[in-house]
T-cell receptor, first 110, second 113 residues
Framework: RKEVEQDPGPFNVPEGATVAFNCTYS??????FFWYRQDCRKEPKLLMS???SGNEDGRFTAQLNRASQYISLLIRDSKLSDSATYLC???????????FGKGTRLSVIA | EAEVAQSPRYKITEKSQAVAFWCDPI?????LYWYRQILGQGPELLVQ????????DSQLPKDRFSAERLKGVDSTLKIQPAELGDSAMYLC???????????FGQGTRLTVV
């Protein structure tokens, strides 16, 4: 079983739609969780950290379910500019490396 | 805004040749990572440094890859000899402290022909 698993998509949604991505992780001792965004042929960029209590940043909401070992990302009112690959990222503890999922590709269509 | 610097941006090399990539992390970031990303996949760790020490190189193909961070600042990743399967994006990232996010450079896109 991969450490971090995501549905690769693609998710094709119309502008204004709400879309949700899920991600599961295998290491129950994982402590830090992130969503990164990666545009085609560019480097990954941090979208948001994911906290146990859940957190929201504008149109983006991230949730963590430790019991079920999954993380979610909800995007409301999708924009064309949201088209990208969204990478789920987990860190086991302390100074261990970030472990990436394969990413979920989102295309927002006019 | 501080950035992770990488060079070159693009590199084309013939198989069996040597190739080297350079990374300068954000100033003050003690942790430096080298990741490799194949098209359609997520980044996979090659090596992690804490200052000048290697913390994790379990996934580094040591028969052909080497990495160093001699003064705990910038870092070099080398491949010798390059193989066709090494074609990928090589990403450098740095973190300021434990349990924080990593910031990525623009990457070096390597094509081995």
């Amino acid at each position: 079983r991969k450490e971090v698993e995501q549905d690769p998509g693609p998710f094709n949604v119309p502008e204004g739609a709400t879309v949700a991505f899920n991600c599961t992780y295998s290491n129950s001792a994982s402590q830090s969780f992130f969503w990164y965004r990666q545009d085609c042929r560019k480097e990954p960029k941090l979208l948001m950290s994911v906290y146990s209590s859940g957190n929201e940043d504008g149109r983006f909401t991230a949730q963590l379910n430790r019991a079920s070992q999954y993380i979610s990302l909800l995007i409301r009112d999708s924009k064309l500019s949201d088209s990208a690959t969204y990478l789920c990222v987990v860190r086991a503890s302390g100074n261990t490396p970030l472990v990436f999922g394969k990413g979920t590709r989102l295309s927002v269509i006019a | 805004e501080a950035e992770v610097a990488q060079s070159p941006r693009y590199k084309i090399t013939e198989k069996s040749q040597a190739v080297a990539f350079w990374c300068d992390p954000i100033s003050g970031h003690a942790t430096l990572y080298w990741y490799r990303q194949i098209l359609g996949q997520g980044p996979e760790l090659l090596v992690q440094f804490q200052d000048e020490s290697v913390v994790d190189d379990s996934q580094l193909p040591k028969d052909r890859f080497s990495a160093e961070r001699l003064k705990g600042v910038d870092s070099t990743l080398k491949i010798q000899p390059a193989e066709l399967g090494d074609s990928a994006m090589y990403l450098c990232a740095s973190s300021p402290r434990e349990n924080t996010e990593a910031f990525f450079g623009q990457g070096t896109r390597l094509t081995v022909v």
